[in-house]
């Protein structure tokens, strides 16, 4: 049964999540499993109208979506792209873009709007978080840099990062990291990898087949779990269900239930009852 793990650690309340950037075009989040049990909830925010509408129309009991941009709380001009998913608060660089030619008219800049941005930190609809899920094209960093108080209590964080940036002045993958680690996360997975095809080169007639040039991906920072007296009963339990449900992560997830269990907040023989109820 998919409560059973949630049964056995016993969570105050459920797993908050919030979702920045929930434009639903690269298809199901990795809290869905979650949400499809009545695990956790969502808040999440999309600012392009499209986007937004077809979130409102598939939402279930346990989500709310907002039009609200996440960010430094200043204003920006937002570059409404030919692909919605480029469109970003970054002017997209063409340079960069002619390196790979199926990515160049995707970039093209159709319209330009003023746009009002709000720190993490000064949404009042965010009352917990534990668990951050953001793909913002290039603005991901503002986002936790301007969210510190509210990130102080999450336990994960999934966001996109750029090896090669698609955007004039957009922060890196290593700007990122730099920022996770100061705030007490570390590395966890790589929930995707986007490789691209570099310009003119071409295999079997397939511009997007890639050979080993790295672009993008989704990689997933969890709470520093080598330093657990940092982390609360609570914050263990969550990370767990995050763990096992999100990556199947069993074994940070028995991690967190064999701390809980040495700390009493757990019985004797959780963590074997953790591995009886676990998929094989």
């Not at 290593?174 to 986007?194: I, L, T």
């Amino acid at each position: 049964m998919i409560t059973a793990f949630r049964d056995l650690l016993a969570p105050s309340r459920l797993t908050d999540v919030v979702d920045v950037g929930a434009n639903p075009i690269d298809g199901e989040p990795p809290y869905a499993p979650m949400l499809s049990a009545g695990l956790c909830r969502v808040t999440g925010f999309e600012p392009q109208p499209d986007a937004l509408a077809e979130l409102q129309t598939r939402k279930g009991p346990g989500e709310r979506y907002l039009p609200y941009a996440v960010g430094d709380g200043g204003e920006h001009t937002l570059n409404i792209c030919r692909a919605s998913g480029m469109t970003s608060l970054f002017e997209p660089d063409p340079d960069t873009l002619n390196l790979f030619e199926v990515l160049e008219p995707y970039g093209e800049v159709l319209e330009r709007i003023p746009l009002s941005t709000h720190r993490l930190d000064d949404i009042s609809e965010i009352e917990h978080l534990d668990f951050l899920k953001i793909d913002i094209q290039g603005g991901e960093l503002a986002v936790f840099q301007n969210g510190r108080t509210k990130l102080a209590d999450a336990v994960a964080i999934q966001t996109e990062v750029s090896f090669v940036t698609l955007y004039r002045d957009q922060p890196t993958m290593g700007d990122v990291d730099v920022e996770m680690r100061s705030q007490g996360f570390v590395p966890h997975c790589f929930a995707a990898v986007k490789k691209w095809p570099i310009a003119p080169y071409v295999v079997n007639n397939n511009p997007r087949w890639a050979l080993n040039q790295l672009l993008e991906a989704d990689i997933v920072y969890v709470r520093d779990f080598s330093r657990p007296d940092s982390l609360s009963d609570e914050q263990l339990k969550h990370l767990a269900l995050i763990a096992h449900h999100c990556y199947s992560s069993y074994d940070l997830a028995l991690r967190c239930v064999m701390l809980l269990e040495r700390r009493g907040s757990l019985k004797t023989g959780a963590q074997q009852s953790y591995l009886e109820t676990r998929p094989a």
